[in-house]
């Protein structure tokens, strides 16, 4: 009974899918078995880290009411960049909001660009 509302609920009894495309991936690199990888050169930044810290830039400065003091910078650990959010002592509670859900939303919007890049970024704010 349950499974059938479900079907009902999303439309399963509408139109039968037909079979998904197949996966395009990457080739990987040729390697020997057993022969040691080399480690991996650090990349430059990818190009969407710096306008992802201009997008983080505008929406701190529209939120705190000393937007001269805002400062960003790129920390990168790793396979992570991290955009380091310095401010007024007084503005960083506007810039993390209530419960956290300010800096929560603009972590998830800046995660979610990134990672349409193939680049893992996150914010954080720093507290000196």
Known sequence: MAFSFLKKLFGAEAKEAGPLPPMVDAP??????GE???PREKAAPAPCLKSLQEFVA???TSLVDKPEEVSL???EKED???IQI???KKDIGK???KSGKTISALRAL???VAARSHVRATVDVLDE
């Open 28 to 33: 990987a690199p040729e390697e020997a078995p």
């Open 36 to 38: 040691p990888t080399a």
């Open 58 to 60: 505008y929406v701190v």
């Open 73 to 75: 910078s790129l920390a």
């Open 80 to 82: 992570l960049s991290i």
């Open 86 to 88: 310095r401010c007024f």
């Open 95 to 97: 810039v993390i909001g």
């Open 110 to 112: 800046v995660s979610s």
